[in-house]
């Protein structure tokens, strides 16, 4: 395999220093063997997991799960029925307030999991309570690992835990804080870390962030501030010390949105944006942030609604093998790829995309519109073929894996009893930097 570092991804390494965890970012192809991105093209091969005993269980992987979680899932999923790969694969939308209800939902349909929003929440006692009922009810389909509970948690315009987490300034802060030097990246990891101990207290395991778009400024429609910076190298500083934060958190973040939304002038929640940049335009600007989160170890990567024209034109990059090819082989990316929502206009009205988008290579997808009928379509769709089984499980053990790493890690990393207080810490830090 060959890999191709953008080369301002290569430069913000060597001017701006490591990730500041205090040990090695793990490499991204951390001894895997084969890995993801080793597959040829052809389609029985491509999706085939590996088989065998791993030769070291214990060796890291370089995005989360030791070789032998990622055995145990492979195990685990191997006797599944088609609907319960099409569970695992799908993060749900629900709407409503009710505990009970979610877990109806979470364990009829076999989810991984929730996206939890705005919507969905009343109070701090109510979330928990959510997120709790979420998680009983994984644990009762016979699921020995975490739920997917997820939450769009930026900080800025983006919080759909306002009022009942800290507050943290927009993702802007870290690519300012970064730009001032010496300790830049320390306050952007601290800013992270006690975000993730946050959310984990409140019942969570996935944060949806960081942002890793570059973006353009005013003709930016959608990303706008969300953006750590619009310089390639500070995004790249502040996304690879935001990727260590939540790591040692041990909650998942999600390194969003492949390869890059701050660039193009449409949004995707209303339509599909075109990004016209060349591959070298692309290299030089949109990729370091993604490089960046991949060398630091980036669990997982969401991919954005977008029409890439130098890699695929015309087809979502949600939907485009292509797409998920070049983050895997010519970023070197093992992890678990996520969609972005798949209630978003620019993919809406298409036939069946959560089925394209699994077939693509999405191991994750994101919030369908009516998650009763895509679990049913994706169902279908494993029982015929017209989703191969071995993608599936494929898909579903990459999800299963990175859970039991996720509860691993938690376990190992207890949540202080001042979180809230050294939350706010950071964030008043975080905020002085702009």
Known sequence: MVRRLPALAVAAVLVLGACSSGTPAPSAN??????????????????????????????????????????????????????????????????????????TLVRDLHLSGLSVTSGNIVDGEQVQALNAAVSDAVAADGRDFPAVLGVDQEGGVVSHLRGIATEFPSFAHAGAAVQQGRGGKAVVRRAAETTGLELRELGFTWVFAPVADVTVGAADPTIGTRSPSTDPALAAAAVEAAVAGYNAAGVVSTTKHFPGHGSVSADSHETLPLLPRTMAELEATDLPPFAAAVDAGAPAVMVGHLDVEAIDPGVPSTLSPPVYEFLREDLGFEGVTVTDSLGMGAVMGRPKPAVRALEAGADLLLMPPDTRNTHATVTAAIESGEVTRERAEEAAAAVVALQLWQARVAAEVDVPPNVVELAGEASRELDAAY
């Open 30 to 103: 951390g001894g895997v063997e084969p890995t993801r991105a080793d597959r040829t093209d052809s389609a029985d091969s491509s999706s085939a997991p590996v088989s065998g005993e791993p030769s070291d269980p214990g060796a890291p992987t370089g995005w989360g799960p030791t070789e032998g979680e990622l055995a145990q899932a492979r195990e685990l999923v191997a006797d599944w029925t088609a609907a319960q790969l099409a569970g695992q694969v799908i993060v749900g939308r629900f709407r409503g307030t009710d505990p009970a209800e979610a877990a």
